[in-house]
């Protein structure tokens, strides 16, 4: 079965530092996402991705963050100065279709885990 | 009043009980109700998906939606060890936000 996949599993920074997080979506599929969970919490949307732009941002989605699908097969995280609340768990999902029509089936990688020290 | 409201268990059950989960949502734009499990570590995982109100179901896993009540189900029968996972709840609109609002997960341990 095709999956999403996320490098690296795990990424230890220093505050203040960039991180570049990846993503491999499905390949068929349109849609991408960034969703993160902060240890013991709930997960929280960060942004949708859609014909090379953003289709909607959470307001934890900041200038700080970015995304960027820089090839046909890639699609990215940036966070240009990470802060310790950045830690968490971040994923990256994938759809064929907008959660907002049709068949909303999202596909999650198995995420990468965010220290930020 | 928190958007979606989810119980945080944890829930144990023995093995070959039936399992309620619930979520509440205050929204009344949602019209996409979906249940995703989790495991220790790993991406979500969607196991059911409805779309406005009513029931649906597959194998042994049945999704029920009241709207009027905001109130939506899942059910999971004759529970196994391998279910022993936290059960998030997951919805959406149409219109405005789009994105998928999750409840905080409901973590189940099924006893053999």
């Known amino acids: 079965e095709p999956e999403v996949t996320q490098t690296p599993s795990h990424q230890v920074t220093q505050m203040g530092q960039e991180v570049i997080l990846r993503c491999v979506p499905i390949?068929?599929?349109?849609?991408f996402y960034w969703y993160r969970q902060i240890l013991g919490q709930k997960v929280e949307f960060l942004v949708s991705?859609?014909?090379?732009?953003?289709?909607?941002k959470s307001e934890i989605f900041d200038d700080q963050f970015s995304v960027e699908r820089p090839d046909g097969s890639n699609f990215t995280l940036k966070i240009r100065s990470t802060k310790l609340e950045d830690s968490a768990m971040y994923f990256c999902?994938?759809?064929?279709?907008?959660?907002?029509?049709?068949?909303?089936?999202?596909?999650f990688g198995s995420g990468t885990q965010l220290s930020v020290l | 009043q928190k958007e979606v409201e989810q119980d945080p268990g944890p829930l144990s059950v023995p093995e070959g009980a039936i399992v309620s989960l619930n979520c509440t949502y205050s929204?009344?734009?949602?019209?996409?109700f979906m249940w995703y499990r989790q495991y220790s570590r790993k991406g979500p995982e969607l196991l059911m998906y409805?779309?406005?109100?009513g029931n649906k179901e597959d194998g042994r896993f049945t999704a029920q939606v009241d709207k009027s009540s905001k109130y939506i189900s899942l059910f999971i029968r004759d529970s196994q060890p391998s279910d022993s996972a936290t059960y998030l709840c997951?919805?959406?609109?149409?219109?405005?936000?789009?994105?998928?609002?999750f409840g905080s997960g409901t973590r189940l341990q099924v006893q053999p």
């Open positions: 999902a994938s759809s064929a279709s907008s959660p907002g029509q049709g068949r909303p089936k999202l596909f």
């Open positions: 390949s068929n599929h349109l849609y």
């Open positions: 991705f859609y014909n090379n732009e953003i289709s909607e």
């Open positions: 929204n009344s734009a949602f019209q996409y």
């Open positions: 409805t779309y406005s109100s």
């Open positions: 997951a919805m959406s609109g149409t219109t405005g936000r789009r994105a998928l609002t």
